[in-house]
């Protein structure tokens, strides 16, 4: 190669490296991917749902700020009790743990306040954003005033115990006002049963009988194997953990509590939501995607409920292993958290499963409803000290059968005699 050859394509390498450095310089790095197997992902998750639900309502916000987007009619009479209530449902666990000096007990410290502010507003007659509770919007009030009785249930000493008398009078007066909403022959009996439940618990006059009924409608519609019938017919969905399971696990341990026990106790409700726990961690595929089966798909990962409640009571069977129900289900978080669309540029939910997807949701859905995904992560009411959050990761059973691991078979499940 002569001279004046070699010269020109030193030159031409000289500048396709000076091209090639200057663009990889001017190029934005990709986003990291976090540490989604964590508690502080699990919290950051939560924290990112709930911000705008909270901090509109308890500035009294709510009703001017929070969009309410549906497929079907105008449900601008009944969205924002249900993201509030669905909010409650899920957080509260977290919140009873209560504040402290690190860094997490302090953020607990900020939505405790928070949280405590929107339910005076949420109830206080004088409010722009006094939220509906009665019949002149139909039944759905009943469903969210439920779901708020169910989160003072599980933050009751954060939530309930500390409120000023006059809140507390006006909470209990909007519950009870949902009483002259009649439930439906289904998962809806369970709503009445619960706002009686938690006026037992905190002694503001329930009444038994909604319970008893509901109690007595679902051991009718037990089915076997841990799952019940949504009313007299099966369903192929997740209700058994957006409502049916979690709200029979409450309601039954308010009466055990009380020394109250009638239809079913609450020992065997936890058998049968045990075997159901084993069914949906079995569910989570390898991937971290699971059956997209039967209707409200838009609540996510509320559809684990169930899973999440049981390892929060510290009752996984004995198969399941708590770091693979953290391992398995910080994996279906975090697809569809970070899945694009999941929120609007103001931080609130999109409907959809994952990201935004309206057509699938059913035409009771509206923003507001998407917040019983938040019910998915009741195990941030264990404390990070747990092993639930301490253990390190772990393949969960589908990881397993298709790396041809040996497991345990698997069988039905039958109630102990």
């Given at each position: ?181 009649k439930p439906g022959e289904n998962n809806w ?195 990070a000290s747990d092993p639930f959050w301490t ?27």
């Open positions: 190669m002569n001279p004046k050859t070699f010269s020109s394509y030193l030159l031409t390498f000289i500048l396709t490296l000076t091209l090639s450095v200057t663009v990889f310089s001017q190029t934005k790095p990709t986003k990291a991917t976090p540490n989604y197997d964590s508690r502080d992902y699990w919290v950051s998750v939560m924290t990112k749902i709930v911000d705008p639900v909270l901090t509109n309502l308890s500035n009294e916000k709510l009703r001017a700020n929070m969009p309410v987007i549906s497929k079907g009619a105008s449900r601008k009479e009944v969205s924002h009790l249900e993201a509030f209530g669905r909010t409650l449902a899920g957080l509260a666990p977290w919140l009873e743990l209560g504040p402290d000096p690190t860094t997490e007990g302090k953020l607990r410290a900020k939505y405790i306040a928070l949280t405590r502010k929107a339910l005076a507003v949420a109830v206080n007659p004088s409010s722009p954003d006094l939220l509906n509770f009665t019949s002149k919007s139909g039944g759905q009030p009943l469903v969210d005033a439920a779901f708020l009785a169910q989160g003072l249930l599980r933050g009751y000493t954060q939530l309930w115990e500390p409120l000023d008398p006059q809140t507390k009078t006006n909470i209990v007066n909007a519950l009870k006002s949902s009483r002259s909403i009996v369970l709503f009445s049963a619960s706002v009686e439940a938690f006026l037992i618990k905190s002694g503001n006059g329930g009444y038994i009988e909604p319970i008893v009924y509901a109690l007595n409608k679902q051991v009718l519609w037990y089915k076997g194997d841990g799952i019940y019938g949504d009313g007299v017919d099966f369903h192929w969905d997740y209700y058994n953990s957006f409502v049916i399971q979690p709200m029979m696990l409450d309601i039954t341990k308010v009466l055990s509590d009380a020394h109250r026990d009638t239809v079913i106790t609450y020992q065997k409700v936890l058998g049968r939501a045990q075997r159901y726990a084993a069914i949906q961690e079995r569910l989570i595929s390898p991937e971290g995607t699971y059956p997209a089966i039967g209707r409200s798909l838009a609540y996510r990962f509320g559809a684990f409920q169930v899973l999440s409640q049981i390892a929060l009571l510290h009752k996984l069977p004995k198969e399941v292993s708590p770091a693979q129900v953290r391992s398995a289900f910080s994996l279906v978080i975090y697809r569809l958290i970070e899945a694009p669309n999941t929120f609007d540029s103001n931080g609130w939910l999109n409907v959809g499963l994952y990201g935004s997807q309206l057509n699938i949701s059913e035409e009771y859905i509206s923003t507001g409803s998407l917040y019983l995904c938040t019910v998915g992560l009741l195990t941030l009411g264990l404390p253990s390190p990761s772990e393949d969960w059973t589908s990881k397993k059968v298709w790396k041809g691991i040996e497991i345990p078979n698997d069988h039905a499940y039958t109630d102990p005699k």
